[in-house]
């Protein structure tokens, strides 16, 4: 098993550029997250999904949508990118209690 | 809104002796708390989960303790290896019921050999 893949692993925007962040899980777990992560503020949730066609509001939504259109996928799309979105993103999946994460992409917005 | 407090700063001990983490929570009585380690550049892996119901859980040479009372996790790593440098990151179940985990700012260890 790949686990959790998130491409790509680094990105550079200029403000006002949309782009999507790719998540792919291989085992088959029905609930997915994004988070993302700042200096000093831990992971803050953005967007999850509790199956396919399925996604909700995190804590830091404004900024970010999401699709859930099969169990694999969990693209999270920038339709604006704003310096305040300047972040490590995390994807992960869940299975019971045990979040798996992905590697992290890091997004620059200048 | 429930908020958990890891202490900012570093950690340095010395190899072969006992880490010892804190993990502080309020607004909240989580159903479980989790401990997660990350290393620079990547995304965060789980390595234990404690309940409500559990005061003390082992693996291998970390052992976690939870008081519901005083709202606090203990995380320790015995006879710490340089390898158990990382960050340490503490979580807690979601408390608006999205099956989503609240997390700590988190603790760098570093273990000095």
């Known amino acids: 098993n790949a686990g959790v893949t998130q491409t790509p692993k680094f990105q550079v925007l200029k403000t006002g550029q949309s782009m999507t962040l790719q998540c792919a899980q291989d085992m088959n777990h029905e609930y997915m997250s994004w988070y993302r992560q700042d200096p000093g503020m831990g992971l803050r949730l953005i967007h999850y999904?509790?199956?396919?066609?399925?996604?909700d509001q995190g804590e830091v939504p404004n900024g970010y949508n999401v699709s859930r259109s099969t169990t694999e996928d969990f693209p999270l799309r920038l339709l604006s990118a704003a310096p305040s979105q300047t972040s490590v993103y995390f994807c992960?999946?869940?299975?019971?209690?045990?979040?798996?994460f992905g590697p992290g992409t890091r997004l620059t917005v200048l | 809104s429930q908020k958990i407090e890891q202490n900012s700063e570093a950690l340095n001990i010395q190899e072969g002796k006992t880490a010892t983490l804190t993990c502080n929570y309020t607004n909240y009585s989580p159903a479980y708390l989790q401990w997660y380690r990350q290393d620079p550049g990547r995304g965060p892996v789980f390595l234990l989960l404690i309940r409500e119901n559990e005061k003390e859980k082992r693996k291998e040479r970390l052992k976690v303790t939870f008081d519901t009372t005083l709202k606090q996790s203990l995380f320790h790593i015995t006879a710490s290896q340089p390898a158990d440098s990382a960050t340490y990151l503490c979580?807690?179940?979601?408390?608006?019921?999205?099956?989503?985990?609240?997390f700590g700012s988190g603790t760098r260890l570093q273990v000095q050999p």
């Open positions: 979580a807690l179940d979601d408390s608006w019921g999205r099956r989503a985990l609240t």
């Open positions: 992960a999946s869940r299975e019971a209690d045990t979040q798996y």
């Open positions: 999904s509790v199956g396919a066609g399925i996604t």
